[in-house]
């Protein structure tokens, strides 16, 4: 099948490590890539058949771009800033585009995804109303901690959790500074259980692909807690199915959403969902990968596809999707770095030559420089492994020898990881015999 877009040019929109396997499995079915973003020495541009440098919000000048270049498809990499671009390029281009102005509205701004969630009968996290003008009655009403952020950012960006009034100004701040819109929102601040709803749609079937336990760092005060890593599936993956999956699904249906790829990510707190996100694209932590392994569809290649020709192929969801992973047991392991300059890796070279270990994506090496404004950031990420078994118990070997394994060191010799999370809390083990 890959004769009909064998030599075709695919524009995609970003160029983060995390689209670099998009870029990867365009090259792998004889596809022409242009990558385009506003750093030139962004690394997915290395990968691409040609490298532009014409920013991602830049809609004239992209749709100049794909005209000067007579590409065949548009599509956005891993990065929710640029799902509006990518809608309002392909429109202008009359190329083919899984998102419509009303999906974005909805899904692309947290705060006007919060009130449509609401509408279906989806619990958003509790929120304290409070505008730029912080007056006094509204400043009254917080109960902290609270998380405050940016209505339309991404990857922790503009994230900060406040413990008092006393910062709370300066996190608005923060907040409003990485806001497009400026717009911001503060939330009660959960301390529970975390999960991702990973949805794949075509042809307006909508399957959820896979249902995951998320684990964070609580390592670094104040900052916004990054992913550690996470397992499949959900300890909570009946009561999803039980409780909220159908409305959802109805807030997709209504919405309009046919064909595409898009994420939930929620808290679990005693017996209830409270949504706080959703991407509708790619995500840079990259379920998908696990999907490949275990459903054997791979949803770079149905998106990849549906851009250069309006279809996402032959997948048939209803018989290759399952959540529950066919019995199977997978997870990422992320491995998270303190500020500093990275002088050496070690651990990485096994996991390449392990069967259980199905990718390593990384995307800070030795040389590398962790910004001090980088924690509480994926940014701070120095790379995933995504691992399969076949039994909980063989995954939690799998997951406590690459913690002791993989290392990362300063140009002092001193230790720049993150500590892991707590494999068999999360896995459920302590209640096994």
């Given at each position: 099948?890959?004769?009909?877009?064998?030599?075709?040019k695919?524009?995609?929109l970003?160029?983060?490590?995390?689209?670099?396997?998009?870029?990867?499995?365009?090259?792998?079915?004889?596809?022409?890539?242009?990558?385009?973003?506003?750093?030139?020495?962004?690394?997915?541009?290395?990968?691409?058949?040609?490298?532009?440098?014409?920013?991602?919000?830049?809609?004239?000048?992209?749709?100049?771009?794909?005209?000067?270049e007579?590409?065949?498809?548009?599509?956005?990499?891993?990065?929710?800033?640029?799902v509006?671009?990518?809608?309002?390029?392909?429109e202008?281009?009359?190329?083919?585009?899984?998102?419509?102005?009303?999906?974005?509205?909805?899904?692309?701004?947290k705060?006007?995804?919060?009130?449509?969630?609401?509408?279906?009968?989806?619990?958003?996290?509790?929120?304290?109303?409070?505008?730029?003008?912080?007056?006094?009655?509204?400043?009254?009403?917080?109960?902290?901690?609270?998380?405050?952020?940016?209505?339309?950012?991404?990857?922790?960006?503009?994230?900060?959790?406040?413990?008092?009034?006393?910062?709370?100004?300066?996190?608005?701040?923060?907040?409003?500074?990485?806001?497009?819109?400026?717009?911001?929102?503060?939330?009660?601040?959960?301390?529970?259980?975390?999960?991702?709803?990973?949805?794949?749609?075509?042809?307006?079937?909508?399957?959820?692909?896979?249902?995951?336990?998320?684990?964070?760092?609580?390592?670094?005060?104040?900052?916004?807690?990054?992913?550690?890593?996470?397992?499949?599936?959900?300890?909570?993956?009946?009561?999803?199915?039980g409780?909220?999956?159908?409305?959802?699904?109805?807030?997709?249906?209504e919405?309009?959403?046919?064909?595409?790829?898009?994420?939930?990510?929620?808290?679990?707190?005693?017996?209830?969902?409270?949504?706080?996100?959703?991407?509708?694209?790619?995500?840079?932590?990259?379920p998908?990968?696990?999907?490949?392994?275990?459903?054997?569809?791979?949803?770079?290649?149905?998106?990849?596809?549906?851009a250069?020709?309006?279809?996402?192929?032959?997948?048939?969801?209803?018989?290759?999707?399952?959540?529950?992973?066919?019995?199977?047991?997978?997870?990422?392991?992320?491995?998270?770095?303190?500020?500093?300059?990275?002088?050496?890796?070690?651990?990485?070279?096994?996991?390449?030559?392990?069967?259980?270990?199905?990718?390593?994506?990384?995307?800070?090496?030795?040389?590398?420089?962790?910004?001090?404004?980088?924690?509480?950031?994926?940014?701070?990420?120095?790379?995933?492994?995504?691992?399969?078994?076949?039994?909980?118990?063989e995954?939690?070997?799998t997951?406590?020898?690459?913690?002791?394994?993989?290392?990362?060191?300063?140009?002092?010799?001193r230790?720049?990881?993150?500590?892991?999370?707590?494999?068999?809390?999360?896995?459920?083990?302590?209640?096994?015999?």
């Amino acid at each position: 099948m890959n004769n009909v877009i064998d030599g075709k040019k695919l524009l995609i929109l970003g160029a983060n490590p995390e689209t670099v396997p998009l870029v990867e499995t365009a090259d792998s079915m004889g596809v022409k890539t242009l990558v385009t973003s506003n750093r030139p020495d962004d690394m997915a541009k290395k990968y691409a058949w040609k490298a532009c440098d014409v920013d991602g919000l830049d809609v004239p000048g992209l749709i100049a771009l794909a005209n000067d270049e007579k590409v065949d498809g548009v599509l956005v990499g891993v990065a929710d800033i640029l799902v509006p671009v990518y809608c309002k390029v392909c429109e202008a281009l009359g190329l083919p585009c899984y998102a419509t102005q009303e999906i974005v509205d909805i899904f692309s701004y947290k705060d006007s995804f919060k009130a449509a969630c609401q509408r279906y009968g989806i619990h958003g996290i509790p929120e304290f109303y409070l505008d730029a003008d912080m007056k006094r009655e509204d400043l009254d009403r917080i109960v902290y901690p609270v998380m405050v952020k940016p209505a339309d950012s991404y990857s922790g960006l503009g994230m900060s959790v406040v413990y008092s009034e006393e910062g709370l100004k300066a996190a608005v701040e923060k907040a409003l500074s990485a806001s497009r819109k400026k717009r911001f929102i503060v939330e009660k601040y959960m301390q529970c259980d975390d999960m991702g709803m990973y949805y794949t749609f075509k042809d307006g079937y909508c399957s959820a692909s896979c249902i995951y336990d998320r684990f964070t760092t609580d390592e670094q005060p104040g900052a916004s807690r990054v992913c550690l890593g996470g397992v499949y599936p959900s300890k909570h993956i009946d009561e999803y199915f039980g409780r909220m999956h159908n409305n959802a699904v109805r807030m997709f249906r209504e919405a309009g959403i046919r064909d595409g790829v898009l994420m939930l990510s929620a808290f679990y707190d005693d017996g209830e969902f409270y949504v706080y996100d959703t991407g509708f694209r790619l995500q840079g932590e990259a379920p998908h990968i696990i999907m490949k392994a275990v459903h054997g569809f791979d949803q770079r290649e149905m998106l990849i596809r549906f851009a250069l020709t309006g279809s996402e192929g032959d997948v048939d969801l209803r018989t290759q999707d399952d959540a529950k992973l066919r019995g199977k047991h997978a997870a990422t392991l992320w491995f998270l770095l303190k500020k500093g300059r990275i002088g050496k890796i070690e651990g990485l070279d096994e996991a390449e030559r392990d069967p259980k270990v199905i990718a390593n994506i990384q995307r800070l090496y030795e040389g590398d420089e962790v910004l001090a404004e980088w924690p509480g950031t994926e940014k701070q990420v120095m790379t995933r492994l995504y691992i399969v078994c076949d039994s909980k118990r063989e995954l939690a070997e799998t997951l406590r020898h690459y913690m002791n394994t993989v290392h990362a060191y300063d140009s002092e010799g001193r230790d720049m990881l993150l500590k892991g999370f707590d494999v068999e809390k999360a896995l459920g083990l302590e209640v096994i015999q």
